[in-house]
């Protein structure tokens, strides 16, 4: 088992930046790659971004690269989400999520997740 906690979101007018943390413990050797997720109300669980385990490879969304970066510290079991120039279309809760394959981009290639993180971003 993989526990899950992300915090870091609130309250941002449009071209600000948040960071997002996300917390593992448990079984941390199983999450190999680390992945951010969001949900808008009334949408599906879309991909963000994903890290690997060396922090040698990411990927993100088309509608986010260039202004996120994910992140890891392994030494404090930590993945982080930089966010910046943010837009209103960002405003979701954010789930981080543990997966052992790179890469997945479907929310069912994930084993663990958080209970999210509320962002919005107003205009």
């Known amino acids: 088992q993989v526990q899950l906690v992300e915090s870091g979101g609130g309250l941002v007018q449009a071209g600000g930046s948040l960071r997002l943390s996300c917390a593992a413990s448990?079984?941390?050797?199983?999450?190999?790659?680390m992945g951010w997720f969001r949900q808008a109300p009334g949408k599906e669980r879309t991909f963000v971004a994903a890290i690997n385990w060396s922090g040698g490879n990411t990927y993100y969304a088309d509608s986010v690269k260039g202004r996120f970066t994910i992140s890891r510290d392994n030494a404090k079991n930590t993945v982080y989400l930089q966010m910046n120039s943010l837009k209103p279309e960002d405003t979701a809760v954010y789930y981080c999520a543990t997966s052992r394959f790179w890469i997945r981009l479907a929310p069912g290639g994930y084993d663990y997740w958080g209970q999210g993180t509320q962002v919005t971003v107003s205009s």
């Open positions: 448990g079984r941390t050797s199983s999450s190999y790659v």
